[in-house]
Nanobody
């Protein structure tokens, strides 16, 4: 069973930066498409970004384009999310997710992801 654990959440002031990491165990990530999701209090979970298993295809939600960067290091079995210019509306629990796939595609739909981390809290506040 693939297991995912997120790290790097915390409290940051508006305009600040955080880097989230998602470390996988149980299997290597090179056959998995990956994504980041988030859920703010009282709101539905939403996709933030996805990355193909090869790392050459990425996509972002409009709300984070130009501010967030997704990347992966398959050798380290780790997924990253660099978050810059953070805003109070970025406050949420952030989850990483994985899906086994033969296709080198980036998918933004949460319903196809089979494996999820426990989440890490990101709070943007002054």
């Amino acid at each position: 069973q693939l297991q995912l654990v997120e790290f790097g959440g915390g409290l940051v002031q508006p305009g600040g930066s955080l880097r989230l990491s998602c470390v996988a165990s149980g299997y290597t990530l090179d056959t998995y498409g990956l994504a980041w999701f988030r859920q703010a209090p009282g709101k539905a979970r939403e996709v933030v970004s996805c990355i193909s298993k090869g790392g050459d295809s990425v996509n972002y939600a409009d709300s984070v384009k130009g501010r967030f960067t997704i990347s992966r290091d398959n050798a380290k079995n780790t997924l990253y999310l660099q978050m810059n210019s953070l805003k109070p509306e970025d406050t949420a629990i952030y989850y990483c997710a994985a899906r086994w796939t033969v296709h080198n595609m980036c998918q933004m739909s949460e319903f196809i992801y089979m494996f999820w981390g426990q989440g890490t809290q990101v709070t943007v506040s002054s």
